[in-house]
């Protein structure tokens, strides 16, 4: 045995018996996990039902020495969110566009929106029939068109009917499309009534 490998051998125990053998999770300072009541932190919890004002959406957190759950430390939206999930109430209306059928002009597919503005993938009519065409539908503008398909969305504002952001940009006009310069003659969809 040469005597640079004795020489490793040997570092390799002494390092080894100076470390102490205790275990990674055990320290002098231990808490008491059973002081706090997560009884007591259950009782603050409001229901959906009885939220009125934001500070509502403020959690209890969690009693000392326990981990929080997303129901003790969600806040806003996010905690009004589960809160409703958990009685059953979908209060982002989640659920997906009506796709057994093509929307037209008479009856087209109503998308309802909070904001002035809404974005829809259109992805064609049977489903999936073509790549997603991204819609964009305002208030000022709430009918849209899908250039591949034909499938008609028509936004409805369901928001506060006393929003004070709607109106205020009067010097901004809607950039021209090629919608803008077609014959009047042809602008109607569909057979001509006269």
């Known amino acids: 045995m040469s005597p640079f490998r004795s020489a490793a051998l040997f570092a390799r125990r002494a390092a080894s018996t100076s470390i102490p053998r205790r275990a990674i999770s055990s320290s002098v300072v231990r808490r008491d996990v059973t002081s706090g009541d997560p009884k007591t932190a259950e009782k603050k919890i409001k229901k959906f039902d009885e939220i009125q004002t934001e500070a509502d959406l403020l959690p209890p957190g969690a009693a000392p020495g326990t981990v929080p759950t997303d129901v003790e430390h969600a806040t806003g939206l996010e905690r009004l969110e589960i809160l409703g999930k958990m009685q059953g109430v979908d209060i982002f209306d989640m659920k997906p566009l009506d796709s057994s059928r093509l929307g037209t002009l008479d009856n087209p597919i109503v998308v309802k929106s909070f904001g002035d503005e809404q974005y829809a993938g259109c992805t064609g009519f049977p489903a999936d029939s073509h790549v997603v065409w991204w819609l964009v539908m305002s ?56």
Do not use: S
């Open 139 to 194: 208030r000022d503008r709430p009918v849209e068109r899908c250039p591949e398909c034909g499938n008609t969305l028509k936004m409805e504002y369901v928001g506060p009917p006393d929003d004070e952001h709607h109106g205020h940009h009067d010097e901004y006009q809607e950039p021209k499309t090629m919608a803008d310069f077609i014959k009047p003659a042809y602008r109607g969809w569909g057979p001509q009534t006269a």
